[in-house]
């Protein structure tokens, strides 16, 4: 269970870090089922890549992986911060290669609230890949501002801020594996240095839309992603009633499934 500073950090800056909520044994276990599906789907670790490589879903392919969705520790987060009712987003694995852009919600404003559950599965560092946040930027006055001055614009050097874009003003989250970073998806964030190869791997949850304009945004999203907001098979099917509840709504609002 989140506490009240950890909530109010979160709604604050757009981010949260919890630290070894898994032991080193359960990253192991991660790591392990996380090669199978290398191995199963690409062959084996790509170690050639030269852009970043996206897997979704990705937690049903392996029994571990996919009973973290209803872990107390991953469940009660969704609890927490989006109500007892909330709703699976999606599962993904990431192949990290080279820089990550800043992004974030470009001043956009949060219709449907939501958190990202990231785990890094090695030490990083900020000089080796660790994600990077500019806090409060998930606001939507402050991301329009960083949006207005061309902060994802190609070109290496920020212009309007005449820094490089790892020196912008940010927090870099260092993490060891175990730990879990929180974040909403319209707080700016990035990763710069590191070696190709660096995985990432989240699961996104979104509390639950009631309102028309929430249901209509939703809907929208829905129609312009492949994965998201679309339920596997096996979580429908789950003997978990945690993970068929969380899964539900999708169904409810006539949803694809996927046949995971």
Known sequence: MLSKEQNKHFETFGFVVLRQVFTLEETEIMKRESEDIYAEVWGGRPADATERMALQPFFERRPFLAGLAADDRIYEIGEDLLGPDFVLDGTEGNFHVGDTKWHGGEGKPIRVRSVKIAFYLEPLTKDSGCLRFIPG????????????????????????????????????????????VLFMENTYHGAFGGHAGRQQHAISFFENPRTDEQVEWVKEMYGQTRFSFRPSESYINSDQPRIRRMVSRLLDLGFDSLPF
Do not use: C, M, R, Y
Request: charged share 25%; no cysteine.
């Open 137 to 180: 930027s998930h606001l939507a006055e402050f991301g329009g501002k960083l949006k207005a001055n061309q902060l994802t614009d190609d070109d290496p050097v920020e212009k309007h801020f005449e820094l490089a874009a790892a020196a912008l003003p940010s927090v870099p989250i260092e993490s060891d594996p175990g730990d879990i």
